[in-house]
Nanobody, 129 residues
């Protein structure tokens, strides 16, 4: 079974940084698409970033370029989401996701929630002003 254990959420003040971790198991970590989504209360889930572990390519949602950085450690089967200069509007539950990668002239991941196969349990990030 695919398991995605996200951790690292918590309460921070605006302007601070936080790094989330997601320990993955149950699939071929070295040939998969792993991502981060978030859900603000009352809103739909939005794709933050994803990576295709076979080549290390990482893609970001337009709203997340600059302050969010996704990385992965194949030796630990773990992905990370570093967030800097956090703002109150970043308050959300952050989810780790996993899906087989898409192949279309290359290998890709997608930031469309309806195309995601597996979701972790989420970790809450609260940013106070």
């Amino acid at each position: 079974d695919v398991q995605l254990q996200a951790s690292g959420g918590g309460l921070v003040q605006a302007g601070e940084s936080l790094t989330l971790s997601c320990k993955a198991s149950g699939f071929d970590f070295d040939n998969y698409a792993i991502g981060w989504f978030r859900q603000i209360p009352g809103k739909e889930r939005e794709g933050v970033a994803c990576t295709t572990t076979v080549n290390g390519n990482t893609y970001y949602g337009d709203s997340f370029k600059g302050r969010f950085t996704m990385s992965s450690d194949g030796a630990k089967n773990t992905v990370y989401l570093q967030m800097i200069d956090l703002k109150p509007e970043d308050t959300a539950v952050y989810f780790c996701t996993a899906s087989p990668p898409f192949y279309y002239g290359g290998v890709y991941c997608v930031l469309k929630s309806h195309l995601i196969k597996d979701w972790g349990q989420g970790t809450l990030v609260t940013v106070s002003s």
